[in-house]
C-alpha cells in the first residue's frame, strides 16, 4: 500500500466518523432587515421616523413645485422676458435646486444615522431571541440572508425561519399587534 492510498483512506475515515454529526446539523436562514423591519416594535419605531420626517418630506416636496413652477415661467416667457429676467429666473432656479440638493443631502444623511439606529436597537434584540429560539429548535446555524452579497444559493422554506423569530420577539416584548399586521 503506498502513501497516496492511506492518506486516502484516513481523508474517508475522518469523514465517515463525522457523518453521524453532519447528519444531525440543522441549519436555519433567516432575514434579518425583514425580521426587524416587521416586529410590532420595529414598525412603531419606523412610523414614529415617518412621523418625524413628514415636514421635511413636505418641504422639499414644496420646493420641488417651486422649481417647476419657475421653470415654467421661463419657458413660457422665453419670448416675451427680457434677458435679465430670464436671468434672474436662471438663478432663481439654480439657487432653489442647490437648496434642494442640500436639504435632501441632509435628509439621507439623517435617514441613515436614523435607520442604523433603529435596527441596532431592534437588530440587539432580535439577536437574543434568534439566539433562544436557535437553542430551543435544536437549530446549529442560523444564516443572515438579508446580507448582501448574499452567498446562500438554495434553501427550502421550511429553513427560513423569519417570521417565527418575528412572533417570538413580539411575544417576548409585549407588543400588541401593529395596525396592518398579519
Do not use: H, W
Amino acid at each position: 500500500m503506498n502513501i497516496r492510498n492511506v492518506g486516502g483512506l484516513a481523508l474517508c475515515a475522518v469523514l465517515l466518523s463525522c457523518t453521524p454529526a453532519f447528519a444531525q446539523t440543522k441549519v436555519a436562514i433567516i432575514n434579518m432587515e425583514e425580521a426587524i423591519a416587521r416586529t410590532q416594535e420595529g414598525q412603531r419605531l419606523m412610523q414614529e421616523f415617518q412621523d418625524k420626517y413628514a415636514p421635511r418630506q413636505q418641504e422639499l416636496e414644496a420646493l420641488q413645485t417651486e422649481i417647476q413652477s419657475l421653470e415654467s415661467q421661463r419657458t413660457n416667457g422665453a419670448n416675451t422676458l427680457s434677458e435679465d429676467a430670464l436671468r434672474d429666473l436662471t438663478f432663481k432656479i439654480e439657487q432653489k435646486q442647490t437648496q434642494g440638493q442640500r436639504l435632501l443631502e441632509d435628509a439621507r444623511g439623517e435617514l441613515s444615522q436614523e435607520q442604523g439606529r433603529i435596527f441596532n436597537e431592534v437588530g440587539n434584540k432580535v439577536v437574543t431571541v434568534i439566539d433562544k429560539y436557535a437553542q430551543a429548535n435544536g437549530y446549529s446555524v442560523v444564516l443572515n440572508v438579508s446580507v448582501q452579497p448574499n452567498l446562500i444559493l438554495f434553501a427550502m422554506n421550511e429553513v427560513n425561519i423569519t417570521q417565527a423569530i418575528i412572533d417570538a420577539y413580539d411575544a417576548e416584548n409585549g407588543g400588541a399587534p401593529a395596525a396592518g399586521a398579519e
